[in-house]
């Protein structure tokens, strides 16, 4: 009955029974004969935070289809496009308190689900920001008002989708940050790889998914072509020099200005050679200062400082590969192709009505948005993390023996 309701868009589990006792296809689907009893509308409720809480049925319901859709060829295997989209969650907008501290866990399910899940990287460990106003009813929900409209208590569903024939191929919840929507995108990828052995060569994803770190792993770690915008901030409205005006040399490790003078890490040796990284992962290239003052460009270079600085992230080499990608047909190609995924939300919205969640809490929020996946405990203090204990050599050279793209081999070795 759950199945029908998802699929025809019958929010209301009073109005599903009423439509199951009078639709004999329903009756039929549901194999309840034409004098078989409806369950009470209270059974579905009882049944979810009972023996069904920790069920993956739906999950295992879910990864059938997909392999069913693989069977016949609607997944090609080739690129995915990766998103997010809000969903307002089941809390009053304007009631609200400033810390966790006010909030007491045997006040209902969903408080000591929010306790739960602080260490869950999807909730309450995807950023050490605290929101402005957490709900009293459903404190995993963010409040957020990234959509256009009035701030609300918000989750997100994310998709994975192949682009052959936008088939979702996973889904995974998370709250509304950008933070915890690329690691459920992580996740995601991980997770289609162990149980579908799919290998994308390529990710198309938006701006939000182009941060160094982002990049980094895409490249590095999984071997995949990132057809998605670089973060970058460096452009300068002042009608200065930005980065991208400096000459960035391999072999010597230093940087060129527009006036033909080096940029260096040092300028002397160490006894104690330093690794010269800052706390935002950046390397600093700093021009001299003698070269810089009698420079007839220091006004369009460095008007206000002594010298000139050139930040550099310690993950460009992935970012520089998105650029380049951003150069080719085939990321243009993409671009058109990321749309997909945004045709999946509307039907999710518009067609399902799954525009706002009637269930609360980080439990209840995957059974509506997507099937529910058995997430794994949270390490022990002194135990390490699953994801930590294999050799990152390793799993490089495992993927390297695959048959990756070529600009993603280059730039491996």
């Known amino acids: 009955m759950l199945i029908v309701g998802y699929c025809f868009g019958i929010r209301s589990e009073r109005r599903l029974c009423e439509e199951v006792h009078l639709n004999l296809a329903y009756r039929w689907f549901c194999r309840l004969g034409l004098d078989g009893d409806v369950p009470e509308h209270s059974t579905f409720s009882k049944t979810r935070h009972g023996r069904f809480r920790d069920a993956d049925l739906l999950r295992k319901l ?5 392999r069913r859709c ?3 060829g609607l997944v090609g295997g080739e690129g995915f496009a ?4 809000m969903i307002v969650a089941d809390a009053h907008r304007q009631r609200g308190i400033a810390t966790p501290d006010q ?3 045997k006040t209902n399910r969903a408080v000591a689900e929010y306790f739960a899940a602080l260490a869950d990287a999807a909730f309450g460990g995807a950023t050490p920001v605290v929101p402005k106003f957490i709900s009293p009813t459903d404190p995993a929900a963010r409040w957020t008002a990234s959509w256009g409209g009035p701030a609300v208590y918000a989750y997100c569903t ?3 989708i192949d682009v052959q024939h936008a088939v979702i191929v996973d889904v995974e919840p998370s709250t509304a940050v950008r933070q915890a929507e690329v690691s459920a995108a992580k996740t995601m990828i991980e997770r289609t790889h162990d149980r579908f052995d799919l290998w994308p060569e390529r990710l198309i994803a938006d701006t939000g998914y182009g941060s160094a770190e982002t990049l980094d792993w895409l490249v590095n770690d999984r071997g995949i072509e990132p057809h998605i915008p670089v973060f970058d901030k460096s452009k300068r409205a002042d009608d200065t020099f930005s980065r991208e005006d400096f000459v960035y040399d391999h072999a010597s490790d230093t940087y060129r200005c527009p006036g033909g003078k080096i940029l260096r890490r040092y300028r002397r040796q160490f006894t104690v050679p330093r690794i010269g990284v800052m706390k935002d992962n950046s390397l600093r290239y700093r021009a001299s200062k003698h070269d810089c003052e009698p420079c007839p460009l220091k006004p369009r270079c460095c008007p206000n400082t002594p010298a000139r600085k050139v930040p550099r992230s310690i993950y460009e080499g992935a970012r520089d590969l998105a650029r380049e990608i951003a150069k080719t047909e085939a990321y243009q190609t993409s671009r058109y192709q990321r749309k997909k995924v945004e045709m999946l939300f509307a039907h999710l919205k518009r067609i399902l ?4 969640l009637r269930l609360r809490g980080p439990c209840g929020c995957p059974r509506r948005i997507s099937p529910r996946s ?10 390490a993390h699953p994801r930590n204990t294999a050799d ?3 799993l490089r050279e495992e993927h390297r023996s695959r048959v990756l793209p070529t600009r993603v081999r280059r730039h491996l070795r």
Do not use: C
Request: glycine share 2%; hydrophobic share 30%.
């Open 353 to 356: 009505k799954l525009d706002r």
């Open 70 to 72: 693989m069977a016949e």
């Open 374 to 383: 058995n997430r794994p405990e949270p390490p022990q203090a002194g135990q």
């Open 82 to 85: 990766v998103d997010a989209s």
């Open 62 to 66: 879910f990864e059938t289809v997909v």
């Open 103 to 105: 909030l007491d866990p």
């Open 392 to 394: 990152p050599r390793h």
């Open 158 to 160: 994310n998709y994975l």
